[in-house]
Structures are given as structure tokens and as C-alpha cells.
């Protein structure tokens, strides 16, 4: 900026994009010397990056700090936004020369948009009084907005979408909740989900997955046995004392549960057994016809319900009032009558679900640092919705083998190009859409849609929230305008000659295809699935406040680390079912306490929200492994993992911290979180029911009851690794198998109940405790961050150094292991040993003396070894020693 001024020659004669740069460096921070530098880039049109430049200058200057780039270009001197923006595009004429516009300086520039409005017509306060025209206004298009340019400009994707209804857009947890449980195409409705033939009456019932219930066959179910037992006790021997376990599976778990208490496989006395096993009914709320058909041969109960939703819970507790017991007693019996809500005598004592929660719908939300700090505010969020498009011939083809009616094909075919030209054409035709096909004038209104949301992920764009914003850097960041006529070009050679699918077309397209397998592949093989940004819908505002309200200190916590790393938009994904299993399980539960057991795979809400900021083109949608026979003729399902909706199941990571806080809402309190083996316990506990009656109840250890098998290593937080070649050694482990026992107390004064005695986790960042030096249970580089205690982020990675970097995956994923084989070993020397292995000078003798640290060691290994390997077992026993010892 400094040699243009300078130059009495042609710019580009004299001032090199170096020279220009050097000057930038050298001139002060100030916002002042911002606006000049913009300015004067812009209006002599400065070399592809000049707005770039003025962007990291501005970075270095202020460590990312979200910058308005049209308050920094439009405004200096007398020029101002209160003068210029007050006012539609007329009203200030002088404020607007060639170097920039009302649209891309104002705010409220979208207000009149519209010509049938102007600032004379909607903001003559002397005719219509203080707040102007009423006729004008509506939703975000207020007086305040409009007519004073003092509230927040409107984000441009609300822009780009205003004028068409993105309703008929699948909304993601729409799609997804399709193709897993839909009549037409759902993975787990249409049966997919299961084995045929010979295997179907073995343990392994999926068609390409396991579950824990299934492989560890019946241990699982024993350990969960055991602590069901624990929670009777607590209830005070509660009758009848009713488990709901929830989408059940191939009901392998149930059917073991119910064995272990019919038969005593756990060993309690019989006395107190028979009590138990009297007390004692259990009931599946099943979804899935076909896997409620396989549960039901196997001669468990049964009821339809969806987990995600409260209206399931009239249905399970009429279920529950039609017991055995019920029928063959006093009918008219408190604990026999339904009604919509458990009573203090009716519903269940226990709802339980084990990888259930993983397959709940996802939205995923995007929320740009731009935004503000009101992150409860609905206005500022958007979520991605997908589009199904699909060549014109292909899908010609394609109905044409289904045997449609020319006539049909024909109106088909008319509607499709009718409904992809007004959708697609009228967000070319918004403001930002203008600007955007400026770049790139030959681009169809398809490929400027898609190409603006793909523009998203390109994070060193750092693309800003307001619309006024986006069509100023469209105009003059030429790098980003040479970035979306580049991905533009490509999306019109990819999307030659295409039609859009609308929700309802692609789901009637499906459904004629259910009973034609070779068609289906066919037509998953050329349709193609695209995602486009929009605003979040009053319905979807309602269904999430709850969620934004319970994690707004974490959304902060998060848009700290990454603002300062200069990331413009936080992807976070959420599944808004997990509040309303929590709110179903609140409903069956009623009045008199009970318990909640959720078991699945997953993470806190910070380690999941790094997740996936940091790989923002993944949805944190995942496939599990396939057999191969199961993928012929199939398009590549791993490529995108919408390719092959209803022929493959579908993941996501659970947020405990989410259904912690949803239990919060509803008065309900955490227990215990942790790896899955915290729910077992080796040694025999004596424990006092809170009347003061005392139990013995058995422990039970997977271990001593089978082999060290692949399954039951996992159990124990060792990672088998497929290939140690494809992962150098390590996996990360902070997703794996959870487990989050929550409690509804009868009242909120009652102590907790002991029912798991392993050391809980942490569901919050903020709550961990002082002890741990690592947080195991994030993503190692977030934690590492964290550690390093910089003023930000940006500051902290400044010292990681190449051989950190390397080290960090390693480092956590062997912590994770060993903070679960500590745990383990300790529950072994008491079951082993009894208390006096805690005394410090026993501690202290096994240390010192070499026979009896031999013969511990020799146990430790004959127990452990087989999963641990000798090396760890040692090192891991001799540092809990020590600790007992006070040495260390």
C-alpha cells in the first residue's frame, strides 16, 4: 500500500507483490492502519492475495480475533457507518463511489433487497411513529435492524437460502434415520441387519458386526446380572423389580440376563436369590420389526417403541401392567395399572441400553467464529442439509426399468428440471449468489450452490459469517474467487446434465426399488449426495435449545482454542434423540427412583467437538467393517458414507457429557463414567441396603471365566490392533467403549449409592481430577494444548516440536490402557489378598524383598499376562506399590 502511494508510475511498473507485502509488515497494528491498507488494496486493485494479506496481518496482530473485513475497507474519516448504512442504497448516494457498495459496507443491505422497499417507505417515523412501518417487518427485518443499522447483519447462508424452502432438502438425521429404520430402505426394518440360514441361531446373529453381548457370551450378560442385583438392593428389594432394556439387538443380552437370575449363575444365596428371581421381570422396547421378530423366537418380551421418542412410554408401561404377575394376581394391583407416566408403585426400576445410542440420528451444525458470543442464540448456528442429484439419463434408465408410464416418465422428468432451476437458480439470484457468479459467470446455479458450501471447508479462507461481508471478499479477495471458479468448473463437469431429487422423489424412488436388489445398486451406484448450509428451522431451534442452554460454557471453551488457531467455523454434531431417550427413560422411571445404564462407544463433548472441527469434511458418520461378500456389486459405501444408505449400518461417536446433562434437566444425577469394565468387580463386596439390611454379592470377572480372546481383551481397554503397520503402533482410544450408569433419586438429599466402586472419568474438561496428569479421555494434541497453560492455543503450538508431535499418540493411547490395567489390578490384589495388600508397610515389603515381589509377580503374570504382556503387568504393579507405600 505504502509504494502504490509512493509510485509515480503505473502501479505495476514500479511495486512489486514482495515490495507491497514488506510494506504491509512494516506498518503499524492499529485498526486505522487496517482500514488504509484494505482500502487502498481495493480500490487499485492489488495482486490476487492483497485482502489475504490484510487478513493475517491482522492474525499476527491480534491472534486471530474475528475481524470484520467491511468495517475494516468501508469506514475512515468522515465515512461511517452510522452516516452511510442508515439509510437503503439512495439514501447516502455520496458514501458509494467505484471502489465499494451499500451491499458489501451495510449490514442491513439485505433489508431492501426487495424493490418494492425502501427506507422512505418502511422508516418514516413521523408518519408511522417510532418503530416505522409495521407492514415492513417480520422475523430478523426489524426497525432497529433496518432503519438504524445497529443490530448483527444477517449471516450469508440465511441469505443464500431465504427465498426457497430447504424443508424439501433431507435434513441429515431425517436421511439417516431412513436408511437405518424406514419401511422402503432401513438397514435394520427391511432386516439387512441379520444373518440367514445355518448361523442365525448361534450367538453371532449380525450380518457384519458383533456386539459385546455376543461375543463375550454369557459373561456380558452375568456382569450386568450383578449389578442389576446391586441396584434391587439399593431399591430395597423393590417388587416387581422391571428392567426395560432398550433396542436389544439380537436379544442375546436379554436372554443371558434372565438365564443368570433364573438359574443363579452369580451364586447368591439362595435365600436372597429366590426373593430376587421372584421379584424380577424384564421387557424389550424394540424398533425394529425384523430384529423384534428374532428376539421374539428366542421367547423374550417384546414391545414395539422408538428410543428417541416420549410417546414410546405409554405403550412400554402397558406392556409392563400386562406381566405374568399382573395377570395372575390382584389386577387391580398399583404396580398393574398403565397410565402415560410411571407412578410411585408402576413402571420400571432399570432402562438400559447397550449400542443403541451410537445409531441415533445426527445433525451436524456449524457455528462460524464470526458469530458473537451468543452462542444460544438460534440465529447464529446453521446445519447441513443433503441433496440427491442424479444424471438425466441415468435416471431415465432407470424408470424406464421400472416400467413406468411414458407419460409418467415424462412429467417426471419435467418437474425435476422445473423444481432444480427454481431452487438452485433462485440462490444464484440472491445478493451473494450475484456475487459469487460474478466470479465465475459461466457456472450453472447448481455448481455456484454447491461451490459456496464446499468453500466452507477451506479453512484458510477464513470465510466470515455476515452476508455484506461475503459479497465484499467475493469481489475483491481475488483468491477466493479463484478458489470457487476452480471448484465451480469441477462441479460442472461432475454434475453434467443433473436433476435434483427432492426429499420425497428420492424416497418414492426407493421404494420401488426394495424389491429389485440388482436396480437398487444400480441407482445407489449413480445418484450423488450433496450438502448445503441452511438456517436452523423454529422447529429445530425448539428441539436444540436444550442442548445449546446445558453446553454453552463448552461451546465457548472451544471457540477460544479454535479462533485463536484462526479456524472460522466450529463443527460440532449432535443427536438430538439422546434428550429424548433420556426424557423416555425420566417418563418410565417415575417418581420412586431407579437407574439409567447406557453402554456404547463414544467421548465427552469437548474431545468430540475437537473431533471434528479439525477434520471438518468428515460428518463423524462411520461405517463398521463389512465382510467382502456383503459388498459385491455395491458402489464403493466407503468413499462417502451416504453411498450406500440402507445396504450398510451406520455410526456415530455417543456424547455421554450431552446425556449426563440431559439427566441433569430432568433431576436425575451421573453414578459412574468410564471404560466398560468398570462395571466389573472381581472380589466379593458386602454392602448395606440404605434400611441397613446387609448383602453379600458376588463379584465376577470376565477373565477367570474364559480365555483371553481378542473380545476379552478389548473388554479390558487393550487395544488388538488389526495392523500395527497401518497405524504405526497405536490407535487412539478416547472413543472407544463407555459406560454412564445415572440415578434418579427418590430425593435430591439421598446419598449416592456405591453401585460401581471403580474410579469414575471425568464428563467436562473443567471437572477433572488433580491426580491426572494426562487427560486420556481427549484427543492428545487438544490435551497437550491444554498443558502447556499459553494464554491460547495459537501461543501453546508455537512449542510443539516434530518429535512431540510424534511421541503424543503413543503416549496417550498407552496411558489409556494402563489407567484401566491399574484399576483392574487393584480390584485383583483385594480379591486376592483382602485389605491388608493396601497397608503400607506391606507394600513396602513387597518391594524390598526379592521372593515376595517373585511370587506376587508370578500371580500378577499368571493372571494378567495373557492380556497385558509381561512387561506392563511389572512396571504397572510395581507403581501401585509404591503409591500404597507412600514412595512414589
Not at 400386562?322 to 432399570?350: F, H, I, N, Y
Not at 454447491?450 to 479477495?477: I, T
Request: net charge negative; proline share 5%; with cysteine.
Amino acid at each position: 500500500a505504502l509504494c502504490l502511494l509512493r509510485a509515480r508510475e503505473p502501479p505495476r511498473a514500479r511495486c512489486s507483490r514482495r515490495r507491497a507485502r514488506r510494506a504491509v509488515r512494516r506498518m503499524p497494528r492499529s485498526a486505522t492502519a487496517i482500514r488504509l491498507h484494505v482500502a487502498l488494496g481495493a480500490a487499485l486493485h492489488l495482486p490476487a492475495d492483497s485482502l489475504m494479506d490484510i487478513l493475517a496481518s491482522h492474525a499476527q496482530a491480534t491472534g486471530f480475533e474475528p475481524l470484520d473485513i467491511s468495517n475494516a475497507v468501508c469506514w475512515l474519516g468522515g465515512w461511517t457507518k452510522e452516516r452511510c448504512c442508515q439509510g437503503d442504497r439512495t439514501t447516502r448516494s455520496d458514501c458509494w463511489k467505484d471502489q465499494f457498495s451499500f451491499e458489501e459496507c451495510c449490514p442491513n443491505a439485505d433489508c431492501w433487497d426487495d424493490p418494492d422497499l425502501s427506507y422512505e417507505r418502511c422508516c418514516d417515523v413521523e408518519t408511522y411513529g417510532d418503530g416505522g412501518n409495521p407492514a415492513c417487518w417480520g422475523g430478523v427485518y426489524t426497525f432497529e435492524h433496518c432503519c438504524l443499522a445497529n443490530s448483527p447483519a444477517q449471516s450469508w447462508v440465511d441469505i443464500l437460502t431465504s427465498g426457497v424452502d430447504t424443508e424439501q432438502f433431507y435434513s441429515m438425521d431425517e436421511f439417516y434415520t431412513d436408511a437405518q429404520y424406514g419401511d422402503d430402505f432401513g438397514y435394520y426394518s427391511t432386516g439387512r441387519v441379520l444373518h440367514e440360514g445355518k448361523e442365525r441361531k448361534t450367538a453371532q446373529q449380525f450380518a457384519h458386526f458383533t456386539t459385546y453381548p455376543m461375543a463375550l457370551s454369557p459373561h456380558f450378560g452375568r456382569v450386568m446380572c450383578r449389578l442389576l442385583f446391586l441396584k434391587w438392593i439399593h431399591l430395597e428389594e423393590r417388587a416387581p423389580f422391571r428392567v426395560v432394556e432398550m433396542g436389544a439387538g439380537s436379544g442375546q443380552l436379554a436372554y443371558d440376563i434372565q438365564q443368570c437370575v433364573r438359574h443363579n449363575e452369580l451364586g447368591i444365596d439362595p435365600r436372597v436369590w429366590r426373593r430376587w428371581a421372584a421379584a424380577f421381570e424384564y421387557l424389550i422396547m424394540e424398533r425394529s420389526p425384523a430384529l423384534a421378530r428374532r428376539q421374539r423366537e428366542r421367547g423374550l418380551r417384546v414391545v414395539p417403541g422408538d428410543a428417541q421418542s416420549v410417546h414410546s412410554c405409554g405403550a412400554v408401561l402397558s406392556a409392563l401392567a400386562a406381566s405374568v404377575a399382573c395377570k395372575g394376581g390382584e389386577l387391580d394391583a398399583p404396580e398393574c395399572r398403565a397410565g402415560q407416566r410411571a407412578t410411585e408403585d408402576s413402571g420400571a426400576s432399570v432402562v438400559l441400553s447397550n449400542e443403541l445410542l451410537d445409531a441415533f440420528a445426527p445433525v451436524k451444525l456449524m457455528l462460524s467464529m464470526y458469530s458473537g458470543h451468543d452462542v444460544t442464540n438460534c440465529r447464529v448456528w446453521q446445519e447441513m442439509r443433503l441433496v440427491h442429484v442424479m444424471a438425466e439419463p441415468d435416471l431415465l434408465s432407470l424408470v424406464q426399468a421400472l416400467e413406468h408410464s411414458e407419460s409418467r416418465i415424462d412429467s417426471l422428468l419435467l418437474d425435476l428440471r422445473g423444481y432444480t432451476s427454481d431452487m438452485f437458480c433462485g440462490i444464484k439470484n440472491t445478493t451473494v449468489g450475484q456475487a459469487a457468479a460474478e466470479c465465475s459467470p459461466d457456472s450453472s446455479c447448481l455448481a455456484i450452490a454447491f461451490g459456496l458450501s464446499e468453500l466452507l471447508g477451506h479453512v484458510d479462507l477464513h470465510l466470515p459469517a455476515a452476508a455484506h461481508n461475503m459479497r465484499l471478499r467475493l469481489r475483491k479477495d481475488n483468491e477466493l474467487c479463484s478458489r470457487l471458479q476452480e471448484i465451480a468448473g469441477r462441479l460442472d463437469t461432475e454434475m453434467e446434465n443433473v436433476v435434483v431429487l427432492p426429499r420425497q422423489v428420492y424416497r418414492q424412488l426407493r421404494h420401488d426399488l426394495r424389491d429389485k436388489p440388482d436396480l437398487e445398486v444400480a441407482f445407489l451406484a449413480k445418484v450423488q449426495t450433496r450438502q448445503v448450509p441452511v438456517p436452523l428451522s423454529s422447529a429445530r431451534c425448539s428441539e436444540l435449545s436444550g442442548w445449546m442452554n446445558a453446553h454453552q460454557a463448552r461451546i465457548r471453551r472451544l471457540l477460544d482454542v479454535y479462533r485463536s488457531l484462526g479456524y472460522p467455523i466450529l463443527h460440532l454434531l449432535v443427536r438430538p434423540g439422546e434428550w429424548k431417550f433420556v426424557e423416555l427413560a425420566d417418563c418410565l422411571i417415575g417418581s420412586s427412583g431407579g437407574f439409567l445404564l447406557s453402554i456404547d462407544y463414544g467421548a465427552s463433548f469437548e474431545a468430540l467437538g475437537h473431533s471434528l472441527t479439525v477434520d471438518s469434511a468428515s460428518d463423524g458418520i462411520f461405517i463398521p467393517p463389512v465382510p467382502q461378500e456383503l459388498l459385491v456389486d455395491l458402489p464403493d459405501c466407503f468413499s462417502a458414507w451416504p453411498t450406500c444408505a440402507g445396504r450398510v449400518d451406520w455410526t456415530t461417536f455417543v456424547d455421554f457429557t450431552n446425556l449426563a446433562e440431559a439427566g441433569k434437566h430432568h433431576g436425575w444425577r451421573s453414578l459412574a463414567y468410564g471404560p466398560q469394565n468398570i462395571l466389573e468387580h472381581i472380589s466379593r463386596r458386602n454392602v448395606s441396603s440404605p434400611s441397613g439390611q446387609r448383602y453379600s454379592v458376588p463379584g465376577y470377572a470376565l477373565l477367570s471365566k474364559s480365555w483371553s480372546s481378542r473380545h476379552v481383551q478389548n473388554w479390558y481397554g487393550r487395544e488388538v490392533l488389526a495392523s500395527s503397520a497401518a497405524t504405526s503402533g497405536w490407535e487412539q482410544r478416547w472413543t472407544s467403549f463407555k459406560a454412564l450408569l445415572m440415578e434418579k433419586p427418590r430425593s435430591a438429599s439421598d446419598p449416592k449409592p456405591p453401585i460401581v466402586v471403580s474410579p469414575s472419568w471425568h464428563l467436562d474438561g473443567e471437572e477433572m481430577d488433580k491426580c491426572w496428569q494426562l487427560d486420556i479421555t481427549s484427543l492428545p494434541l487438544a490435551d497437550w494444548i491444554r498443558r502447556q497453560k499459553a494464554k491460547d492455543a495459537r501461543e501453546a503450538l508455537t512449542s510443539l516440536t516434530e518429535a512431540v508431535s510424534d511421541r503424543l499418540g503413543r503416549e496417550y493411547s498407552d496411558a489409556y490402557e494402563e489407567a484401566q490395567l491399574s484399576v483392574r489390578m487393584v480390584d485383583w490384589l483385594v480379591a486376592a489378598d483382602g485389605c491388608e495388600a493396601f497397608r503400607p508397610a506391606k507394600a513396602t515389603a513387597l518391594l524390598v524383598s526379592d521372593g515376595l515381589w517373585l511370587s506376587l509377580r508370578r500371580r500378577l503374570r499368571r493372571a494378567w499376562e495373557s492380556v497385558w504382556g509381561e512387561e506392563a503387568v511389572d512396571r504397572i504393579a510395581r507403581r501401585i506399590l509404591a503409591r500404597l507405600a507412600d514412595l512414589d
